[in-house]
């Protein structure tokens, strides 16, 4: 995140959105409020049913759960995305389906069984800005859909989030919810941009190998320090916008540096990883360990982070995933040495597995 204080960053940064998907985009105070607000001005009740992915982020099971009545629906253990087939046999008011960490659904079938269904169809692409699929960018196939742009998305600016709709009518509707969130002071954006740099600092090569590697042997202290717990949602400030216009003129090259990356992990080791469809943009490289912990030791003697997934199981393939995927950490800290170190590790832990 540069440091930006011109004035009009968010009108900048939602035409810039609007431009990149030809679709109108809005800034919310994060993707959580953008679905919150979607599913309220799509007259969604609570007494609806809300299809969505059994392997989900636990904030939007939270949301869904506040807003109507959720109905998992099965993922497939290969793509972690939900199964076409199981959408079929449901009925509902609206479905959501998961782009999980960037893997593109199957979105000519999925919209296809929404229209039959009569489903709002919203994607959340939490994870998946600049993924495509069938030549089209995921997060233009639905009615609307989520951004989210908080720590570890592709593009972070310190939290806040978008939604993206297709009918203007609803996108005013939202416009006039968002006016009743306060908008930011620039000490508390101050405040958050500093907590977001600090964790970039923290992950420096030798800042990591000597002050933090070591402690997360004794567990998962980032996530405790790093967790919004509480935090009153806010609209986005300037700075936050500004932010957003630069990285997304960037994100193509990010996101092609990251496809680099992926495909030699995942040269000859293809069963350990998803069936990536489409074009992911890699948001995480998944890998399925089997059993989280002793995978993320195993890399830690490597002197290598491994996040283990923190999207949650509700289904019985979803827990499988949920006790099994780990993140594997592609981002632009991590040079051609890291992937070959990382491969060898890989090698040595699945070799061991078989
Ligand atoms: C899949 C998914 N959807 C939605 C969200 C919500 O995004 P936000 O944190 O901006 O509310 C997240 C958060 O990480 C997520 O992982």
């Given at each position: 995140?540069?440091?930006?204080?011109?004035?009009?960053?968010?009108?900048?940064?939602?035409?810039?959105?609007?431009?990149?998907?030809?679709?109108?985009?809005?800034?919310?105070?994060?993707?959580?409020?953008?679905?919150?607000?979607?599913?309220?001005?799509?007259?969604?009740?609570?007494?609806?049913?809300?299809?969505?992915?059994?392997?989900?982020?636990?904030?939007?099971?939270?949301?869904?759960?506040?807003?109507?009545?959720?109905?998992?629906?099965?993922v497939?253990?290969?793509?972690?995305?939900?199964?076409?087939?199981?959408?079929?046999?449901?009925?509902?008011?609206?479905?959501?389906?998961?782009?999980?960490e960037?893997?593109?659904?199957?979105?000519?079938?999925?919209?296809?069984?929404?229209?039959?269904?009569?489903?709002?169809?919203v994607?959340?692409?939490?994870?998946?800005?600049?993924s495509?699929?069938?030549?089209?960018?995921?997060?233009?196939?639905?009615?609307?859909?989520?951004?989210?742009?908080?720590?570890?998305?592709?593009?972070?600016?310190?939290?806040?989030?978008?939604?993206?709709?297709?009918?203007?009518?609803?996108?005013?509707?939202?416009?006039?919810?968002l006016?009743?969130?306060?908008?930011?002071?620039?000490?508390?954006?101050?405040?958050?941009?500093?907590?977001?740099?600090?964790?970039?600092?923290?992950?420096?090569?030798?800042?990591?190998?000597?002050?933090?590697?070591?402690?997360?042997?004794?567990?998962?202290?980032?996530?405790?320090?790093?967790?919004?717990?509480?935090?009153?949602?806010?609209?986005?400030?300037?700075?936050?916008?500004?932010?957003?216009?630069?990285?997304?003129?960037?994100?193509?090259?990010?996101?092609?540096?990251?496809?680099?990356?992926?495909?030699?992990?995942?040269?000859?080791?293809?069963?350990?990883?998803?069936?990536?469809?489409?074009?992911?943009?890699?948001?995480?490289?998944?890998?399925?360990?089997?059993?989280?912990?002793?995978?993320?030791?195993?890399?830690?003697?490597?002197?290598?982070?491994?996040?283990?997934?923190?999207?949650?199981?509700y289904?019985?393939?979803?827990?499988?995933?949920s006790?099994?995927?780990?993140?594997?950490?592609?981002?632009?800290?991590?040079?051609?040495?890291?992937?070959?170190?990382?491969?060898?590790?890989?090698?040595?832990?699945?070799?061991?597995?078989?």
């Amino acid at each position: 995140m540069n440091f930006d204080l011109s004035k009009g960053g968010i009108s900048k940064f939602e035409e810039a959105l609007s431009e990149y998907f030809d679709r109108k985009a809005l800034l919310t105070p994060s993707g959580r409020v953008g679905l919150k607000l979607i599913l309220k001005a799509y007259g969604i009740r609570k007494r609806d049913k809300v299809l969505l992915s059994s392997f989900n982020a636990s904030s939007v099971v939270k949301v869904v759960e506040e807003v109507a009545t959720p109905v998992f629906i099965e993922v497939d253990e290969r793509t972690m995305n939900v199964v076409p087939k199981d959408i079929e046999r449901e009925e509902g008011k609206a479905l959501i389906v998961l782009h999980t960490e960037g893997n593109p659904c199957y979105m000519k079938k999925i919209k296809k069984i929404a229209e039959e269904k009569g489903f709002l169809l919203v994607e959340d692409c939490a994870h998946a800005l600049g993924s495509s699929i069938h030549g089209k960018k995921t997060g233009t196939f639905g009615d609307a859909a989520i951004l989210s742009f908080g720590m570890g998305k592709m593009i972070n600016t310190a939290g806040g989030g978008a939604v993206l709709v297709e009918d203007e009518s609803v996108g005013k509707k939202i416009r006039k919810e968002l006016r009743r969130y306060p908008k930011p002071s620039l000490f508390n954006t101050f405040f958050k941009y500093l907590k977001n740099n600090a964790f970039h600092v923290m992950s420096k090569r030798t800042v990591f190998s000597t002050f933090v590697g070591p402690f997360l042997r004794f567990g998962d202290i980032l996530s405790l320090l790093f967790e919004d717990r509480g935090i009153k949602p806010m609209l986005m400030h300037d700075l936050q916008g500004n932010a957003g216009v630069l990285q997304l003129e960037r994100l193509e090259g990010k996101i092609e540096a990251r496809r680099r990356k992926a495909r030699k992990i995942m040269k000859g080791l293809e069963e350990f990883f998803p069936k990536y469809i489409g074009k992911p943009n890699f948001h995480n490289l998944c890998f399925f360990s089997g059993d989280k912990e002793p995978f993320r030791k195993h890399m830690l003697s490597y002197g290598i982070d491994v996040q283990k997934t923190w999207l949650k199981g509700y289904s019985d393939t979803a827990r499988k995933l949920s006790e099994s995927v780990c993140y594997l950490p592609i981002h632009e800290g991590v040079n051609e040495e890291d992937v070959k170190k990382m491969k060898e590790a890989i090698q040595d832990y699945t070799g061991n597995l078989g």
